[in-house]
């Protein structure tokens, strides 16, 4: 296995980690805790964005599955100067702020902060802007083949900016309140 794909494997089993663990430590010593994350933000929103979480999951596992099994580092372009690298990048840039999502909105919930509160929303926009940026890289990633892969990936990468930009950098920062 090339290095570079070694290293986005190992990016994602650590951060997925983080993640998932953060997760699971979050609402195991906050019980009841769930319904806290969710704020301000109205059932009906809720309910779309709870459906946005399965379908940003599903995206994330076909894009990996492109870049880790269809893309060849040593001749994977973005342009003339950014190569395979750039995406290792994106996915820790990604995968970080969200292993601290959860911990730091218990925090402001925790003490009332509002200084905290915007500290979640900048993690939030973190991940939006990484999760943009992996959606460019994909539309612009030489080579394209297969042509299948390709589109699965960018379909999947649609799907997780949307909850990541959308539902979530947006609209559950526009409702969350502490």
């Given at each position: 296995m090339h290095a570079k794909k070694w290293w986005m494997l190992v990016i994602n089993i650590l951060g997925g980690a983080a993640v998932l663990g953060s997760y699971a430590v979050g609402l195991q010593t906050h019980p009841g805790g769930g319904d806290a994350l969710w704020g301000g933000v109205p059932e009906g929103v809720r309910l779309f964005s709870t459906a946005g979480m399965f379908l940003a999951a599903a995206g994330y596992f076909a894009f990996t599955y492109f870049l880790l099994f269809r893309l060849d580092p040593r001749t994977t372009r973005l342009s003339d100067r950014?190569?395979?690298?750039?995406?290792?990048?994106?996915?820790?840039?990604?995968?970080?702020?969200s292993a601290?999502?959860?911990?730091?909105?218990?925090?402001?919930?925790?003490?009332?902060?509002?200084?905290?509160?915007?500290?979640?929303?900048?993690?939030?926009?973190?991940?939006?802007?990484?999760?943009?940026?992996?959606?460019?890289?994909?539309?612009?990633?030489?080579?394209?083949?297969?042509?299948?892969?390709?589109?699965?990936?960018?379909?999947?990468?649609?799907?997780?900016?949307?909850?990541?930009?959308?539902?979530?950098?947006?609209?559950?920062?526009?409702?969350?309140?502490l």
């Open positions: 950014i190569g395979f690298g750039i995406f290792n990048t994106l996915y820790a840039a990604i995968l970080i702020p601290l999502w959860m911990p730091l909105t218990f925090l402001a919930l925790e003490r009332s902060s509002q200084a905290l509160l915007w500290a979640v929303r900048l993690d939030l926009v973190l991940v939006a802007l990484a999760s943009l940026g992996l959606l460019i890289a994909l539309l612009i990633v030489q080579p394209r083949q297969p042509a299948w892969a390709i589109r699965l990936a960018i379909a999947g990468s649609v799907g997780f900016c949307l909850q990541t930009v959308l539902l979530d950098s947006i609209i559950w920062s526009a409702f969350f309140r």
